[in-house]
């Protein structure tokens, strides 16, 4: 597969975490952290999308490429959608990553890891899962639910997505981190979609895609990177590190 262009959008709009893509991280803002992570992927150029200019400073003075996107965006994905537009006008990547802003711990292989199932022609949308081992987690509906089964190709087929326990009975349950690769056509039909029903209920967007009858796989990677969304996440993200 071609390379892939890497978006990391990232607004100051945080309410827990004031200011929260430039805190401070041993010595350079959060928000640059995480752009390094994904240069480190290696699977292509990487952009950050904002929307203030103090982002947009950081990231020039630390190198990297960053865009300026719209205000008013709904969600995410629509400001990676006009970042793509303003990055690669010439439509050279057919694949664009999408990595949240607040992961400032996330493996490069994650970032690979949900690019991986993009290798499948008819796969429209990649993502990344690992397996719970704490009930506490399990059990919160924070932590959203994967619901697939194994596609035989290496990767799982994406069923559905909830904040509820499932499914019943024995087994693992997954737990999805919200890491996109989309092919660029299906992110276009993804932000013309309107909010679906069941997106609404679980107030989960990536069912929008699933309600359209988009085809969504995901890999499974061995534990989830810590987001940081409170002061005691930030300090724990620098004390990582501080020791590595």
Do not use: W
Request: aromatic content about 6%; hydrophobic content about 40%.
């Amino acid at each position: 597969m071609t390379a892939a262009l890497v978006i990391i959008p990232a607004r100051l709009a945080a309410t827990r975490l004031p200011r929260k893509p430039l805190a401070d991280i041993c010595g350079k803002p959060m928000i640059v952290r995480v752009l390094e992570q994904a240069q480190n992927a290696d699977i292509g150029p990487v952009a950050v999308a904002c929307d203030d200019k103090d982002i947009f400073d950081a990231i020039q003075d630390h190198g990297g490429q960053a865009v300026m996107t719209r205000v008013d965006h709904a969600s995410g994905s629509d400001r990676i959608h006009e970042a793509v537009g303003l990055v690669d006008p010439d439509e050279k990547f057919e694949v664009v990553l999408n990595v949240q802003g607040d992961v400032p711990l996330i493996a490069p292989e994650a970032i690979r890891a949900a690019f991986a199932p993009l290798t499948v022609p008819d796969v429209q949308i990649g993502t990344i899962m690992t397996e719970f081992t704490n009930p506490d987690f399990r059990d919160d509906p924070n932590f959203v639910k994967a619901v697939t089964t194994p596609n035989g190709e290496g990767h799982h087929r994406a069923l559905y997505f909830t904040r509820a326990l499932a499914p019943s009975g024995e087994g693992p349950h997954y737990h999805h981190i919200g890491i996109y690769a989309y092919r660029r056509s299906a992110l276009a039909k993804f932000v013309a979609l309107s909010p679906s029903p069941l997106e609404l209920r679980e107030k989960l967007e990536q069912l929008r895609a699933l309600e359209a009858g988009m085809r969504i796989d995901v890999s499974v990677i061995d534990s989830a990177p810590m987001d940081v969304n409170t002061p005691e996440d930030l300090e724990r993200a620098r004390a990582a590190y501080r020791t590595s």
